[in-house]
């Protein structure tokens, strides 16, 4: 068995802690968009609102496992070092409730894009990117299941290859590809009205943002993981990453106008079509579907 004392405590449960105690700021931010979003729109869809208390829900899971696993290792271990030889179960399920927050996301806006494609487009548009996403997924969760067979710390390096690096990389291009096709969706249905186009623009921007915070996170895990996997940075970013999509889903939803028409919609009810030739007739519905209608479910 490996000496605990072959590891630089402070390049691995110091970074633990540290990505622990950024990780619990950002939930905070999660908890607050969610209440914000209860109180904002009491009146949308019950799946929505499941929606969000299965996001809220996971992120607190997360919170807990991760929780449990810095004690685990900081407390306990200060005792009996021979614990901080091995991953413990809870490190490795706060790493799985992060895959299943992201899967959920990505297929969130996936399900965005299928609506808004044209009949003709739909079915290639979003197979491309379901089978990125579906992907990322079956890789994260194989990550999973080999951090749980190797167990030892000093054996990651094992599994940078086989199914982390591949978990990484289609973790990137799933949210490259559901940004370039939001942004070009977005970008075909500009109208003649300039304020409907300002909201557009401001989707698109949201869009890439999005797009490039996850992916930034994502390639820096995937290299920290690849070129230092003796240390717990990757672990620490992991930590963070799940936080931001759960946030990003939420900080969509918020993002509708507070002014908008408050309607009783139903699931089945809520249109998540642009529809820029109504616009003509009437140009401020247009702009409240913009702004709204088109992340209902």
Known sequence: MASPHTFDISDTFGALLIGALVTTTIYGITTL???????????DGNAT?????????????????????????????????????DGTWTLF???????LLAFIVQLFFTHRIFLLCSPQKRWWVTGMIGVCVVAHFSFGMNTVVNLFKKKAFVRLKEISFSSAVPFGVFAILSDILIAVALCVLLDSNRSSFEDTNSIINKLIIFA???????????????????VLPNSFYSFAIDFVIGKLYANSLLAVLNSRSRGEPRHDYGSTEMST??????AVANHQTSLFQVCSEWWRL
């Open 33 to 43: 968009q969610a209440y914000l979003y209860y109180i904002s729109f009491p009146k």
């Open 49 to 85: 609102k499941l929606l969000v208390a299965s996001i809220w829900g996971l992120d607190t899971l997360h919170v807990i496992f991760m929780c449990h696993a810095v004690h685990y290792y900081l407390i306990v271990g200060f005792v009996d070092h021979s614990v901080l030889v």
């Open 93 to 99: 399920m706060s790493l799985t409730v992060n895959i």
């Open 208 to 226: 890439i943002n999005r797009c490039i915070l996850t992916s930034a996170v994502a390639i820096v895990e995937t290299i920290v993981f690849s």
């Open 273 to 278: 079509r642009f529809n820029i030739s109504s």
